[in-house]
């Protein structure tokens, strides 16, 4: 919970100190202004979270399965924000690279932090 916060708190900072705007022809699946308060585009905070939790299920369950699907999610997630105009391909790209750069520090940490096993939060799922 701390780190997905640290994710957004990351991102919040960078879109205000880099203010790149989002692409000006948008598509929107919902007729809605929700947009109106990030009007920020650079990086995609979808692509920053899916890819932070991409890794962090991948570490955690060690499943081939689930690795599969949540890679498939993620790139539907990639590939939703471009081609509805929501960010550009730099955009998503940036989002997605500090998604897994946060995600690689939060394993770092809770592996140096609470254990010493090789893999401390591995889950038994029993597959």
Sequence with gaps: MCFTLLSYVVNFSIKNIVKQP???????????DH???????MPSGHAQIVSFFTLILMYLYKNTYLSIFS?????????QRWLYRAHTLGQVVVGACLGAATGYIFIF?????YLEDENPLQLDNGL
């Excluded at 000006?24 to 809605?32: D, G, K, V």
């Design 109 to 113: 940490y809770i592996n140096d932090t």
């Design 71 to 79: 890679l498939i999610v993620s790139l539907a997630t990639y590939y």
């Design 22 to 32: 989002r692409p000006t022809n948008e598509i929107r699946l919902f007729n809605s």
């Design 35 to 41: 947009m109106k308060i990030d009007t920020y585009g």
